[in-house]
């Protein structure tokens, strides 16, 4: 078992920064995917970033790359999510996620075993 808990949502302004924090325990962070999700109201669950060890090499969405960066400190056991010029089409809950095998390049949900509770993301326009 991981258990995942994320901290760092809240309320911004158009072209603010957020930075989201994951800290997992239970088993050996540095064999998971870590990624992160976003659902916003009435939309399912997208995609939005992950990384995997060791290499630390990356995957994000389109609509975030170039704003986000996805990042991981193993001897913390945490992964941390930079947001970047955020824009109001950014709120969302966002969630992290822990994927035992596979690659970074598989953006499913059905990837991933392990998720935390969700951290809400708003930004005001």
């Known amino acids: 078992q991981v258990q995942l808990v994320e901290s760092g949502g809240g309320l911004v302004q158009a072209g603010d920064s957020l930075r989201l924090s994951c800290a997992a325990s239970?088993?050996?962070?540095?064999?998971?995917?870590m990624g992160w999700f976003r659902q916003a109201p009435g939309q399912e669950r997208e995609f939005v970033a992950a990384?995997?060890?060791?290499?630390?090499?990356?995957n994000y969405a389109d609509s975030v790359k170039g704003r986000f960066t996805i990042s991981r400190d193993n001897a913390k056991n945490t992964v941390d999510l930079q947001m970047n010029s955020l824009k109001p089409e950014d709120t969302a809950v966002y969630y992290c996620?822990?994927?035992?095998?596979?690659?970074?390049?598989?953006?499913?949900?059905?990837?991933?075993?392990?998720w935390g509770q969700g951290t809400q993301v708003t930004v005001s326009s």
């Open positions: 996620a822990a994927a035992h095998g596979g690659t970074i390049w598989n953006r499913r949900l059905s990837a991933y075993n392990y």
């Open positions: 239970g088993r050996t962070f540095s064999d998971y995917i």
């Open positions: 990384i995997r060890w060791p290499g630390g090499m990356t």
